[in-house]
């Protein structure tokens, strides 16, 4: 009995812990294996630990770029991210935990030189560890449910 409430209370400090180390974010293409368009396969896809800089804290980013039927995904962390100069001229300025936010050149406000059937989408998230994935939630509960398996099999 005090082995499982033991192992219930390091699962416990575990999630405590992933909130107060280092961001980690999944960096991967949606052509990757692994690396989908809805979900993001935890052992074929590995996650870095993603810096801050001085103007930008340590983020996750999902771009989700639609061109008509064909959807597809980049994961990575902000400042990893803004070497690029396309995505980088492209994303949003406004860059806060939860929020999607069109592309600069799918804003009314910014330059329209991408086709109308193009759509480009910039999610951000710094709660937790990987969630970049589909969700945070979705991220917050892999953690949880691995956590409980394993003290079921010990």
């Known amino acids: 009995m005090w082995k499982r409430t033991f192992l219930i209370s390091v699962a416990t400090l575990l999630l405590i812990l992933e909130k107060s180390t280092a961001l980690k974010c999944f960096q991967c293409h949606s052509s990757q294996p692994g690396c989908g368009v809805y979900s ?31 959807t597809t995904v980049t994961r990575g962390c902000l400042s990893t991210l803004l070497k690029e100069t396309q995505i980088r001229e ?7 935990h939860s929020y999607c936010i ?18 480009k989408l910039y999610c951000f998230c710094n709660d937790l560890w990987l969630c970049n994935s589909a969700s945070s939630f979705q991220a917050t509960i892999s953690f949880a449910l691995a956590c409980v398996l394993m003290t079921w099999m010990l």
Do not use: F, H
């Open 90 to 96: 492209d994303m949003p300025s406004v860059r806060r």
């Open 102 to 119: 069109p592309a600069k050149s799918d804003s009314t406000y910014g330059p329209s030189y991408i086709n109308s059937e193009t759509k």
């Open 40 to 70: 993001v396969d935890y052992i074929l896809q590995g996650w870095k630990e993603c810096p801050g800089t001085e103007t930008d804290p340590p983020m996750c980013v999902k771009i989700k770029n639609t061109v008509g039927s064909q």
